[in-house]
């Protein structure tokens, strides 16, 4: 028989352990910590050389030295909330067929698909958007329109296929698989009880949905929105691919079927022009404030989270 | 074959979950404006047997019913839609269940909202009307405006209770209403159970043969999923012909 270890030896065992799990921790805070540092000093050239301009300007010359950044961080937060608005009503639709009136076989590859959907690479989005899905829109949605409406200014020509209304589109393929499953999860979350009250009121399905579930899950489907809203705004590769990487929105052409570029397009088609070193500050300043405005939504996220768990308590 | 004395007529009634037969042969006749009590133990089948009168058992996917239930003489699985069935058969379930968002005056006119377009005004009549009915008028009329979540549990119970009576139901089942209640909220409730047969037919699970004994006229004693004893509940009470029924009111098992 070996000799017991002493309690001495299991304390210390604990304590290396204990430390490993907080360097582990700590090493997350440090990363965001310099990771934000250095896109503030990363972006001082741009933040002296530019000043507040960078905020407010609308030309985006590297030629004439001119940076400013206002279209893009409306392309950016055009495109997402675009794209968040055509996802809300697929996703409800998804995670409400699927709480209450998918059965049990349909519901297994309901959700395959939807955790497949949201495992593709946004790379084969982007191929799948220039290639397919720009050239119909261009020809069946885009024309129509433009030939129907289009002398109101945000429907107008011409019409270019790849655009931000074609982003924003993509973005919400992209989008809806994070809303449903998050949906499905809280509308699941319904008590039983509550819906018995309804149901032996004589509701029907969907009067139960719409007077007891979703008032229930309204909270949780705005925080399943927000995360939506934050993949929206960081998705770079397949934006870069069908946006069209004009400044043309939406100053110089306010149709959303106007070519466009997103903050993230901005940098992923011009890091390695970038030359000089106020070019690759201006660069660095969009990707800090990209973090903003993505800091900004978490933060609202977590918020509703919040408020959402503590309305569940008092059920 | 029905008559005025009838009002809920079951005939033959089995039930499953899945391939698992939770009630056997049911048959019993349940007068109008009387108060039965449903006792047994444990997983005897009393809430699947209230659960089928007014067709919530068949909600979860894979249970089934067989045999007939007929109300005022209409077949309830076959003549009628489930909904028209829970319009006009009404639930209290154990855990009162106020929806949090809506509020108090609302709740009780929830299911009044569902079937017709009445006007504010005549909705805020009803929410009163039955409020007062249920005793809590006094308590919530200033804070009508209150979420229903708001209440203490007793008065939940009592507004689930206005909730189902605004309906004008034929027959009101409870599902052991009191059993997450104190004392004070329990004898509120029972009043209310006894004054409610004026108007309607109840049905009532309970755990508590004492309760069984104070509020119904009938009992119906169930065991393992079959209907052992069915009786006027003083004759259940004070001659049970059935040794089963008198070991269970007496407390030896159950």
Not at chain 1, 182 to 188: A, G
């Amino acid at each position: 028989m070996k000799a017991k270890k002493s309690s001495a030896h299991y304390n210390r065992q604990d304590a290396i352990f204990k430390s490993i799990l907080i360097s582990a921790s700590l090493l997350v805070v440090g990363l965001f910590v310099a990771l934000f540092l250095m896109l503030i000093s990363g972006s001082m050239p741009s933040i002296l050389g530019n000043g507040f301009g960078f905020l407010t300007g609308t030309t985006w010359d590297p030629g004439k030295g001119i940076y400013g950044a206002l279209p893009a961080i409306l392309t950016t937060i055009a495109t997402s909330l675009l794209a968040v608005a055509l996802a809300i009503p697929i996703a409800l639709g998804i995670a409400i067929f699927f709480t209450e009136y998918a059965p049990e076989k349909a519901k297994f590859s309901l959700t395959l698909f939807i955790d497949l959907l949201a495992a593709i690479p946004s790379v084969i989005f982007g191929i799948w958007g220039l290639w397919v899905i720009a050239p119909l829109i261009k020809t069946y949605v885009q024309q129509p329109i433009v030939a129907s409406i289009g002398f109101i200014p945000i429907f107008g020509g011409p019409a270019y296929g790849i655009s931000l209304s074609l982003a924003s589109l993509i973005l919400a393929m992209m989008v809806v698989p994070i809303i449903a499953s998050l949906t499905i999860e809280i509308i699941s979350r319904t008590p039983v009880s509550l819906k018995e009250g309804m149901i032996s009121l004589g509701a029907t399905k969907w009067e139960t949905v719409k007077h007891v579930s979703l008032p229930f899950a309204r909270l949780g489907i705005l925080a399943a929105v927000m995360l939506g809203l934050g993949r929206a705004l960081g998705e770079t590769m397949a934006i870069t691919m069908i946006i069209g990487n004009s400044y043309m929105w939406p100053f110089a052409n306010p149709s959303i079927f106007a070519p466009a570029t997103s903050i993230t397009s901005k940098i992923a088609s011009e890091f390695y022009e970038a030359t000089s070193a106020i070019y690759v500050g201006s660069l660095i300043e969009l990707s800090l404030i990209l973090l903003v405005i993505t800091l900004v939504t978490n933060a609202l996220f977590r918020y509703v989270i919040k408020k959402t768990n503590r309305g569940a308590r008092r059920q | 074959m029905t008559n005025d004395s009838v009002k809920l007529d079951i005939l033959k009634l089995d039930a499953w979950f899945g391939d698992k037969q939770a009630l056997k042969g049911i048959s019993l006749r349940i007068k109008p404006k009387t108060v039965t009590a449903v006792i047994g133990p444990s997983g005897c089948g009393k809430s699947t047997f209230i659960r089928c009168i007014n067709r919530m058992h068949e909600l979860t996917p894979g249970n089934k019913v067989a045999g007939t239930i007929l109300l005022d003489g209409a077949d309830i699985y076959n003549d009628m839609d489930s909904m028209d069935v829970r319009r006009k058969v009404g639930m209290v379930f154990q855990k009162p269940n106020p929806f949090p968002n809506m509020s108090i005056a609302d709740n009780v006119v929830a299911g009044l909202k569902l079937i017709d377009a009445a006007d504010k005004k005549e909705l805020e009549e009803m929410a009163k009307e039955n409020l007062k009915a249920v005793g809590l008028w006094k308590e919530v009329e200033n804070d009508l405006k209150k979420s229903g979540a708001s209440l203490s549990g007793g008065q939940q119970q009592r507004l689930c209770i206005a909730r189902a009576l605004a309906m004008r139901p034929e027959i009101i089942l409870m599902d052991e209403p009191t059993s997450a209640l104190d004392p004070a909220s329990t004898a509120k409730i029972e009043e209310l159970v006894k004054a409610l047969k004026t108007e309607t037919t109840v049905i009532i699970i309970t755990h508590n043969v004492q309760q069984a004994a104070r509020i119904s006229d009938m009992t119906a004693f169930f065991y393992l999923g079959e209907l052992i004893e069915y009786d006027e509940t003083r004759s259940i009470f004070e001659s049970p012909k059935s040794p089963l029924t008198e070991r269970y009111i007496t407390g030896r098992f159950g």
